[in-house]
């Protein structure tokens, strides 16, 4: 990290827990959560995993899937969005570690940021309204089921911020 000046703020990552990303949204992990068997025992239902908030101004849930490419790290961080009407939920389907960077209030400042890295098979349900980084893939093209919102209105705004944080293999490293 010698090639970074001084004032370069270094996002610190930590690894992606319920109890961490809870002002945020939801984790959806199958550790720890409700589970029961159905279909005459075959099949393990893991129920309720994240809130699907998508239903203002007459929304409707779209099932989507996101094909991410992978960031070089280290990686600027300049801008975050956020989807007023509703939730949005990623949910990995390959076994990958990703990046999660996120921050509350109605004005994202770098110094809010709050980063984290997944376990690979951990999903994120992000709330209605928390600002986050667009999809992070790290280590290959990485597919997710993406569950958000459709319909009429505007649920995308998009704010860049005043100055540019790093995301770096270091951190991400520290953090696992």
């Known amino acids: 990290m010698g090639f970074f000046p001084c004032s370069v703020k270094v996002l610190t990552v930590r690894l992606l827990t319920r109890e961490a990303f809870a002002p945020f949204g939801d984790v959806i992990d199958l550790d720890g959560a409700q589970h029961f068997p159905i279909n005459e025992g075959t099949t393990e239902r893991y129920h309720d995993l994240a809130n699907v908030d998508v239903c203002d101004q007459g929304g409707r849930p779209?099932?989507?899937?996101?094909?991410?490419?992978?960031?070089?790290?280290?990686?600027?961080?300049?801008?975050?969005?956020?989807?007023?009407?509703?939730?949005?939920?990623?949910?990995?389907?390959?076994?990958?570690?990703?990046?999660?960077?996120?921050?509350?209030?109605?004005?994202?400042?770098?110094?809010?940021?709050?980063?984290?890295?997944?376990?690979?098979?951990?999903?994120?349900?992000?709330?209605?309204g928390v600002w986050h980084h667009p999809l992070i893939a790290l280590e290959a093209v990485s597919d997710f089921v993406v569950v958000d919102r459709g319909g009429e209105g505007h649920n995308l705004q998009e704010q860049v911020l005043s100055q540019p944080v790093w995301l770096t293999q270091e951190a991400l490293s520290a953090a696992q």
């Not at 890295?117 to 349900?125: A, F, H, M």
């Open 62 to 128: 779209l099932i989507n899937v996101f094909r991410g490419r992978p960031r070089r790290l280290p990686f600027e961080v300049k801008m975050v969005e956020r989807h007023p009407l509703g939730s949005q939920a990623f949910i990995p389907l390959d076994q990958r570690p990703y990046a999660v960077i996120v921050a509350q209030g109605a004005e994202p400042h770098p110094d809010g940021l709050r980063a984290f890295i997944t376990r690979g098979w951990q999903g994120v349900n992000y709330a209605k």
